[in-house]
């Protein structure tokens, strides 16, 4: 009997319905797609004509998993054009929301998601007999969250509390430092994803080099924010040079566009992010990344898991870190005012799926163009990729015991906004 065709008929969540189909020839690899079956949402193009201020509150209506990292480059791209310096206090504003969004993200995924598969259950309601307390601790860290995200957006999902120059209303210092603390006792619940990934055996079928892309910091430590995009080639752009960097093109399987670098796929996300900034990690996040990594993480997807397992553990160390700068701050400023009604910028952010490109043009007051390229869109070149060699590489070994689970545990790792619906799969045998 002989392997004919692998279909994954649905991988939702990933700007709507999609799947994979690897098809064999003669024995032998021929194709694979990650298929992407919905019509384009046209929000760039619903953009036009509106003031900034409607269109922040549109486009991060794109995603509400990532709604605060859609809203943070879009205020970005928004004030470089309308030459918008903002205080300090709202820079902090922003770090500590953007925290939120990567805790809740991270700990949904690496808790509920990911674990199922590594622990042989079918969801994460299956381990609750076995793991009850794996599971309540990843609840208690993505609800933290979504309720740091309510604190500082105002509502968990599309806040409008975040707005271009500043802020409506900011949080009281007591509500700040219950969050302060709260934060560091949760701390010892995200290690425990971490410790669960580091002593778990990642499969190796899929390796493949990789080219990683992120945000730089604008200040020598980690962080998810930066005007300057790092590539591992060892190059490094301005974020205004994105679409040099995303090259973005059609393919006739898929209505969601694709980037490639220099013509190669590339990765972006958490991964990536350790790849190119791992170092500067401190605290207990630093002591758990030089525990875990090694030269694998360059070529292996399934490592992504550990690395959003990590970087859960730094948000929650840097909650503290914000709140006592937050707290130290006097006022709370004023709402920055346009210094101009017309202009063009790029704004740049680390999403949970790693860096979200939003770009802006304006005139007389009002958008005349908007460009919006996402982490999933960046990343399904090198998606294909990785589920290519794996195919390959499980059929020239005979090893197409749950093929299907074991693609699909591929897929999981990038965790485009598909994970939480792969396990619809059809495989056809001859």
């Given at each position: 009997m002989s392997l004919n065709r692998i279909k994954i008929?649905?991988?939702a969540r990933v700007e709507g319905r999609g799947g994979i189909t690897v098809n064999f020839k003669d024995g032998k690899l021929s194709k694979v797609t990650v298929d992407i079956y919905e019509g384009p949402r046209l929000l760039e193009t619903?953009?036009?004509?509106?003031?900034?201020s409607e269109v922040v509150s549109l486009t991060c209506r794109i995603c509400a998993i990532c709604t605060i990292s859609h809203r943070y480059a879009a205020l970005r791209a928004m004030e470089k054009a309308l030459e918008i310096?903002?205080?300090p206090k709202v820079h902090l504003m922003r770090e500590l929301m953007h925290c939120g969004e990567m805790i809740e993200s991270h700990a949904l995924h690496v808790f509920l998601l990911a674990l199922p598969d590594y622990l042989g259950y079918p969801s994460a309601i299956h381990m609750v007999p076995d793991h009850a307390e794996d599971v309540q601790a990843g609840l208690r860290v993505k609800k933290f969250g979504v309720r740091l995200m309510e604190l500082t957006s105002a509502r968990p999902i599309h806040g409008e509390n975040p707005v271009i120059g500043g802020f409506g209303k900011y949080p009281s210092k007591a509500e700040l430092l219950r969050f302060k603390y709260e934060a560091k006792s949760l701390i010892p619940d995200a290690e425990r994803g971490v410790e669960i990934l580091r002593n778990l055996r990642q499969p190796t079928y899929m390796e493949e080099g990789m080219i990683f892309m992120c945000t730089k910091p604008e200040h020598e430590g980690y962080g998810w924010v930066g005007d300057r995009i790092l590539v591992s080639t060892g190059e490094e752009f301005n974020a205004?040079?994105?679409r040099k960097l995303t090259n973005e093109r059609v393919v006739p399987h898929s209505m969601a566009k694709r980037s490639r670098f220099q013509n190669r796929p590339y990765f972006v996300g958490a991964l990536a992010r350790f790849n190119l900034l791992g170092e500067r990690l401190d605290g207990a996040a630093g002591e758990h990344f030089r525990r875990c990594y090694n030269l694998s993480w360059i070529r292996n997807p399934m490592y992504n898991n550990v690395a959003q397992a990590i970087e859960t553990v730094w948000a929650l160390e840097e909650v503290p870190r914000?709140?006592?700068k937050l707290v130290a701050c006097e006022e709370d400023p004023e709402i920055v005012a346009p210094s101009?009604?017309?202009g063009a910028g790029s704004g740049a952010v680390e999403a949970p799926r790693g860096t979200l490109y939003h770009h802006y043009e304006i005139a007389d007051g009002k958008v005349i163009h908007a460009d919006i390229i996402t982490p999933t869109a960046q990343f399904l070149d090198m998606m294909e990729e990785h589920i290519r060699?794996?195919?390959e590489n499980l059929v020239k070994e005979g090893d197409t015991e749950d093929v299907e689970l074991k693609l699909e545990m591929i897929a999981r790792a990038y965790d485009p906004c598909i994970s939480c619906a792969t396990h619809?799969?059809?495989v056809n045998w001859e």
């Open positions: 008929e649905s991988l619903i953009a036009v004509g509106r003031i900034p310096e903002i205080p205004w040079d994105y914000i709140v006592d101009r009604n017309k060699v794996a195919a619809l799969v059809k």
